[in-house]
């Protein structure tokens, strides 16, 4: 198991997993309580293996809703002065 967050120097990568429909939102390895928190806030569930701690998005919030949801989570994370990265599939581009 690997931690993308991790691999790529973030404090946060949300992301949708293996280019499914799961959007996973990867916290790095010993991310503060607030950052956790945060994505528990905006509708992420917390799991945990071993050390590796990430959230998920249900499976059943239809594509726009769960945009938002991660817009949402990436806006409050930055604005918390973590460094937050929100792939660019989950970017909702109008017009």
Known sequence: ???QADDNNLDVLIHPRYGGS???AESRTGAPT??????????????????YVWHQLRE???GLQA????ARAHQALTAAGFDAHLDDRLIVRIG
């Not at 607030?34 to 050390?51: K, M, P, V, W, Y």
């Not at 945009?67 to 991660?70: F, H, K, L, R």
């Open 67 to 70: 945009a938002a949801i991660c």
């Open 60 to 62: 059943d919030i239809p």
């Open 1 to 3: 198991m690997s931690n």
């Open 34 to 51: 607030e950052l956790l928190d945060l994505l528990d806030a905006q509708g992420f569930t917390r799991h945990q293996e071993a050390i």
């Open 22 to 24: 799961v959007i996973f």
